[in-house]
């Protein structure tokens, strides 16, 4: 954090539901739209944000987030390019299991993404909205994609990125970064769009 850091909380959405995320397939800057399930998802999320005096709401590039923070009703969305997926590279658009035929137990925690961008690159884009939020304070909305927001949430543990593996993280979610003291700390992790449960956790 820079010396005009100011006591900050991270409210995390990650956008509603595409068809990519449904097969499984490595959805980086490739432009996909919501699905049907994903709009009503996103809109679901007005449950919660309509609680919230967020002070500054970030939104990935990509249109399916763009999409959910419109949907959501999160008010004056900014758009910041750090906030786009992963860089895939050669990857994109294949699952898992498609990659894992050329080489065996590849994830991209553990293994490079050819013509892709490191876990390094991606954490030092993190670092650079955490910063953003800290500059603004308060109450802060970041809206992107499932690989970056587990990046950026060990980023913001001081953790090394490749411990984002143990983040699971749903379409459609909503968690919150905070402090415990002064230790940067998971207040919420992964909740369903569910206001009695997200209430019930006093954030």
């Not at 397939?25 to 709009?39: E, K, N, S, V």
């Not at 700390?185 to 992964?190: D, F, G, Q």
């Amino acid at each position: 954090m820079t010396n005009n850091s100011k006591p900050v909380t991270l409210y995390l959405f990650r956008h509603g539901q595409t068809q990519w995320a449904l097969s499984g397939q490595h959805t980086g800057r490739t432009d996909i739209p919501l699905t049907d399930a994903g709009r009503d998802q996103a809109r679901a999320l007005r449950n919660v944000v309509n609680h919230i005096d967020f002070s500054q709401v970030l939104v990935s590039p990509l249109s399916r987030a763009r999409e959910t923070a419109e949907l959501a009703g999160l008010p004056n969305p900014k758009v910041v390019e750090d906030l786009a997926e992963f860089n895939y590279g050669q990857y994109e658009g294949k699952t898992t299991d498609q990659i894992r035929q050329q080489v065996p137990d590849w994830t991209i925690w553990t293994h490079p993404c050819p013509d892709g961008e490191t876990l390094e690159e991606a954490a030092r884009r993190c670092q650079n909205v955490i910063d953003t939020a800290c500059g603004a304070g308060g109450k802060v909305a970041l809206v992107a994609h499932g690989h970056i927001l587990r990046i950026l949430t060990a980023t913001w543990l001081k953790l090394g990125p490749a411990e984002g593996q143990h983040l699971m993280l749903d379409t459609s979610s909503i968690s919150v970064l905070s402090h415990e003291h002064e230790t940067p700390a998971i207040k919420l992790w992964n909740s369903p769009v569910d206001l009695n449960a997200f209430l019930g956790q006093s954030v």
